[in-house]
């Protein structure tokens, strides 16, 4: 019994290791819900009431770890009731680009994309958004002060926009890390100083007050400052989404029509607002379950269990092959010695009672015995 168990350990554990097993199938996933954040929310900002655009200005797809399609993102994106989105998936704009063409197909004059990308890596996430190429210059695991500023000055080179995303994220701290998630992030004024062109404020249920108030700061100076004011930086929400799930967020804008073009000049001149609702929509979508799941899903338990005895932490991960931070692992002598102990407890009792039922028939029989000896012997 032993040796089964050292069997069936070594066998799923590394095949559970190797095996990314996804507990649900977004393929066949249906979008047939509609949400009109119009019915209980108002922008932040009063002046922008009458807004025609609803934006989902941070969205990923399957091209790097969402798990929609970019086709299945728009028709997400239209139920969660944004008419225009723009597709960041980590390090490429290949999403934005295939979302892009398949709104223009099926949605002409509704629906709006606008490509970009995340970049990402163990110091810092910024979108790039308005690109229709991948910008890799300055981009790796662990990029330098100098390798960010050529980052963002490339997107400007290639007329793109840079909006610094989830703050309180990056600097999260990791529970038993005890770390922030991202190293070094650098500060709000450093990056201003560099010059990004605004902040994700709202990044799904987690509103950014600290950052809301140093833009609302910057602008209250910019109206003081008549003489050569700096530009505004842009307010923008996103959702982030990787998994379908609800909606806090959306980024609002007043748009001379629903065009790219005209969503990207509000954007470009800092007119922009949002309206966030910390609850989050009733989104409707219930994916199947994978079949492979359902299949592997005892094995996937069993190797689950042998892994309890380890707990791994490998910090975030860099989007370049590696993790940010020095993994910690804990290995649960106690938890293995308990395991034996209740193993042996096991095997014991399943032993007496797989021998139980013998020695009553045997005690039975030999009992019989003796009783019909008794009756047999004369008086």
Known sequence: MAALFAALAVLVVPIHSLIELKTFDFSTMKFDWVTNPRDHLVPVDPEYNNFNVLLDGHAHTTVSDGRLTPE???????????????????NTVAGGLRAESYAKRKYPGRFVVVPGMEYSNCRIHMNFIDLNTTVSVGNRAFPSDDNIKQAIAKVHELGGLVIVNHIPWSNHSQDRIQAPRLVNHPSIQSLVDWGVDGFEIANQGTFDLPTYQYMLAQRTEIRRN???????????????????????AWTVLRAANLTKEAIMKEIRHARTSFL????GNRANGRPNYSARYLALAPLSELAQYFESFVDRYEGQYSFHGTHCRQGIVDVHGQSVGYFVMYFIAAAALFELLYKLPSFLWLHARRLYSRGVRREVIPC
Do not use: K, R, W
């Open 72 to 90: 299945q993102l728009v028709e997400y994106s239209i139920a969660q009731g944004f008419n225009a989105v723009i597709v960041t998936d980590h």
């Open 226 to 248: 008549t003489v050569d004011p700096p530009a505004p930086l842009i307010f923008m929400t996103g959702s982030d989404v990787h998994t379908p799930g609800s909606a806090y």
């Open 276 to 279: 966030f609702d910390p609850t």
